[in-house]
C-alpha cells in the first residue's frame, strides 16, 4: 500500500472511530482486529462489530488470565457476536510453570522474562498473522496509555510491514467510559496481563517486528 500517513491522519484526526474503521475495510486489504478482554475492551469490540462484522478479531489467550476476565469475555462474545479467533500458546500454563518455574519476573531474570513473553503472547499473535496474513491491524491503543505510543499516530506501520489503525487512538479515559455507559457495555473489575509488571508498559506486541 502506498499511503501518505502524515495527510491521511491528519484527516482521520476529524473522523469517527466509526468512520477510521469503515475507511480501514475500504482500502480492501485483508484486515483483522485484536483483543486483549482487558478493562474497557468492550470499547473496540463494539466498534469492530457495529461497523464490520465480518472482521475477524484475534485473541492471544495466555491461560493465565483470571475467572472475572474470562467471564465478562464470555458475555462480550455473546452480546456483540465479533468474528472472533482465539489462538493459545503451544504449551499449557501449568506445563510452563513447571518448568519456568512460575511467572518470571523481567527485573530477576530478563532472558527468561523474555521467552516467557514469546511463548504466552508473541508466538500466538505471530501464528494470527501468519495464517490470516493481514495488510491492516485494527487496534484498540491510545496515546495517553504508554511512552512508546506518544509517537505514534491513528495510522502507523507496524515493524512487519502492516498498516496499524488506531480508530480510539485520541480517546481518553473520560471517552472510554462515556462510551461504555452509553452503551451499558459490561466490562472486567480484574484483569491480569503475565507479561508486564506496570500497568503503562509495553509487552512488546506493538514493537516487535
Not at 81 to 92: A, D, E, F, G
Not at 115 to 129: D, G, H, I, S
Request: some cysteine.
Amino acid at each position: 500500500m502506498d499511503l501518505d500517513l502524515d495527510a491521511l491522519n491528519s484527516t482521520l484526526r476529524n473522523a469517527s472511530a466509526e468512520e477510521i474503521i469503515r475507511w480501514a475495510v475500504s482500502l480492501n486489504e485483508p484486515i483483522m482486529a485484536s483483543t486483549s478482554f482487558s478493562p474497557n475492551a468492550a470499547v473496540m469490540l463494539k466498534l469492530v462489530t457495529d461497523a464490520a462484522p465480518e472482521m475477524p478479531v484475534v485473541w492471544a489467550d495466555s491461560g493465565y488470565n483470571v475467572p472475572d476476565a474470562y467471564r465478562v469475555a464470555e458475555q462480550l462474545i455473546k452480546l456483540l457476536k465479533p468474528n472472533m479467533k482465539p489462538y493459545v500458546p503451544l504449551i499449557t500454563a501449568e506445563h510452563r510453570n513447571a518448568i519456568m518455574g512460575g511467572i518470571p519476573h523481567p527485573d530477576d531474570n530478563p532472558e527468561l522474562h523474555r521467552e516467557f513473553t514469546r511463548q504466552v503472547k508473541l508466538e500466538p499473535f505471530n501464528r494470527a498473522f501468519a495464517e490470516l496474513a493481514p495488510k491492516i491491524w485494527v487496534t484498540g491503543i491510545r496515546k495517553e496509555e504508554t511512552e512508546f505510543r506518544q509517537n505514534l499516530d491513528i495510522l502507523s506501520w507496524d515493524g512487519r510491514g502492516i498498516l496499524k489503525v488506531a480508530p480510539i487512538f485520541y480517546w481518553t479515559e473520560a471517552d472510554v467510559q462515556a462510551y461504555m455507559s452509553e452503551h451499558k457495555l459490561p466490562s472486567c473489575k480484574h484483569y491480569f496481563d503475565p507479561t508486564k509488571v506496570a500497568e503503562n508498559r509495553e509487552c512488546g506486541l506493538h514493537t516487535s517486528a
